[in-house]
Every structure is written in structure tokens, then in C-alpha cells.
């Protein structure tokens, strides 16, 4: 059977892409950013999964505003880097697993959530700047990849218990295919930033740092948070940090960290970071 082994949080910040895709990862500004994932960079090498459910938001930038899916499941076999407007990123085509995707996403209809089935998709820096920072600089992604996009770009957006409850039934979803699969969970985005209007700039150290705090133990106030909340503590871009909890829940009850970092500012963000793993009772 596939068995969920760990999930991955991680800031997707547009310019961390360019920061590698550039060589300025030593510059004096970039390093303290990716010292903090040295760490993973070293994991991952002996925990390589075969297939990463890669919970992330399009910006409006490969799926534009005339169709906004709450949650859209990538069902494709590949999945090429956006243009966002720079032209797409020179990093790999991202390969799907349409037979896990089509596994999920039946389940998941099952468990009446009705997600939006995506045949042909590009993927943003939401999805492929977390790819580079597990895995480096490479000519092909290690594992397979099913993108999983959030609406956080148009109200109304999924409430903090949805994304919840959607990450329940995906760590059952994936427990339930026949397969000997190696799967991880990543959630993206976030951590607090604002990136326009008055509060442009806005970071909340304090509110980032007690979400890291509870994704790692006590998680029942997650689930509660507000759309509200999270516009007024994280600023209007914090909203991203509901695909951390899709990937949280999907991990059971109890989990192990592994890894967590949390670094002030890259571009516009409060860059978080962490690993947590399954613990053994739940
Ligand atoms: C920034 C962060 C994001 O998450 C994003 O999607 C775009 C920009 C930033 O910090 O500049
Ligand atoms: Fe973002």
C-alpha cells in the first residue's frame, strides 16, 4: 500500500526562484534564507518519495482569473513551468501520477469534496519554487508530482477547517492505494506578508511563530482560524498558510518535527520552514 512518510511546509517567495535561478544564493542578503535549507537538501537525498502531493496556490498567473477553482487536482502526466511574466523558469517539467491523482481524486468525491479535475495545468512559483529549494538544482525532479491548487487569490476562499478536513481524507485517500508508493505531503506559501495597500510590508512574528508552534503539537486551534484572522494577523497574503494545513492534517493526530526554520524577510515574506514526520501512534 502507498504510505504517507512525511510532509514538508515551506514560503514559496517568487524572488527565492529567481535568487537560484540567478546565482545569488551566497549573496549576503540570500544566504541566511538558504542556510536554512541545507537541512532538507540532506534529507531528502535518503527519503527521496516517489510522489509529492504538492498543495500550493496559483497567483492568477497560469490559471488567470476567469476560471478560479477552490481545489483543483493536477490529473496530467507533466506540468511545465509557468510564464509569469519573466518568461517560465529554467527548471524541469514536473511529471505527474495520473493513476495516485485519479485514485485521490475519487476518493476525495467520495468524501464530497468536489475538487476540479485539471487535464492540463502550468505550474507557478507556488509549486516550483518549493521544488527547488527540497531539491536543488537538477535537470530532472527526483519524484513525481501532483499539484494540488488552492484558491487564495478570489473570495470567498476554503475555511481553515475545510483545507482540514480535505488533508484528513487525503492521508486516507492515500493509505487506500493498493500501490507501494513513498508519499509526501508539502503545503506552500506564506508565511505572514502583505504585498499591497496601506499595510504592504506587514510581518507577524509572533503569529507565525504560534502556527509553527501548534502545526507541531496542539493543532485544534487551527482549524478555527478565520479568513479574518488570517487577513488582520498574517496580512492579505498570509491566507496562503491554509495549504500548510491541508498537508498538516493529512500527517494524523500526532507527528515528529524533524526540521523547522523561520528567517525575516525574503522579498516581501516571513520565510517558514519545516519537516514533520507521521509519529508512530497515530
Ligand atoms: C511574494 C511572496 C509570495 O508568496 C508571492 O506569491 C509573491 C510575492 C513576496 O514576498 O514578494
Ligand atoms: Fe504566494
Known amino acids: 500500500m502507498a504510505r504517507l512518510t512525511a510532509g514538508v511546509a515551506t514560503s514559496h517567495v517568487p524572488a527565492i526562484g529567481a535568487a537560484i535561478d540567478l546565482g545569488k544564493t551566497q549573496d549576503d542578503y540570500w544566504k541566511p534564507v ?10 531528502v537525498k535518503d527519503e527521496t518519495p516517489d510522489v509529492v502531493i504538492l498543495c500550493y496556490n496559483d497567483h ?7 476560471i478560479v477553482p477552490t481545489f483543483a487536482l493536477g490529473f496530467a502526466e507533466e506540468f511545465e513551468p509557468a510564464d509569469e511574466g ?28 468536489d475538487i476540479t479535475i485539471m487535464n492540463h495545468m502550468d505550474v507557478d512559483h507556488g509549486l516550483t519554487v518549493p521544488l527547488s529549494l527540497v531539491f536543488g538544482q537538477v535537470s530532472e525532479w527526483p519524484a513525481k508530482v501532483i499539484p494540488l491548487a488552492v484558491n487564495v487569490t478570489q473570495f470567498p ?32 506559501g506564506g508565511m505572514s506578508h502583505q504585498l499591497q495597500g496601506p499595510r504592504a510590508g506587514l510581518i507577524n512574528r509572533e503569529f507565525d511563530n504560534a502556527f509553527l508552534d501548534k502545526l507541531i503539537g496542539e493543532t485544534d486551534d ?16 498570509g491566507i ?40 508512530e501512534e497515530s
Open 34 to 43: 538558504f542556510a536554512g535549507y541545507e537541512w532538507v537538501k540532506q534529507w
Open 86 to 113: 519573466w518568461g517560465a523558469r529554467p527548471v524541469p517539467t514536473v511529471f505527474g501520477h495520473p493513476e495516485l491523482a485519479g485514485h485521490l481524486a475519487e476518493q476525495l468525491v467520495l468524501d464530497e469534496f
Open 157 to 188: 476562499t476554503p475555511s481553515a477547517d475545510r483545507c482540514w478536513q480535505l488533508g484528513e481524507a487525503i492521508g486516507a485517500a492515500v493509505a487506500s492505494f493498493p500501490e507501494d508508493l513513498n508519499v509526501q505531503i508539502w503545503g506552500t
Open 222 to 237: 487551527l482549524r478555527k482560524i478565520t479568513r479574518l484572522e488570517f487577513l488582520r494577523e498574517a496580512g492579505s497574503e
Open 240 to 279: 496562503e498558510l491554509i495549504m500548510w494545513l491541508i498537508m498538516r492534517a493529512a500527517l494524523g493526530q500526532k507527528v515528529d518535527m524533524l526540521h523547522r526554520f523561520y528567517h525575516v524577510p525574503a522579498s516581501n515574506t516571513a520565510v517558514g520552514h519545516l519537516v514533520l514526520k507521521p509519529a
Open 60 to 66: 492568477a498567473s497560469a490559471m488567470m482569473l476567469d
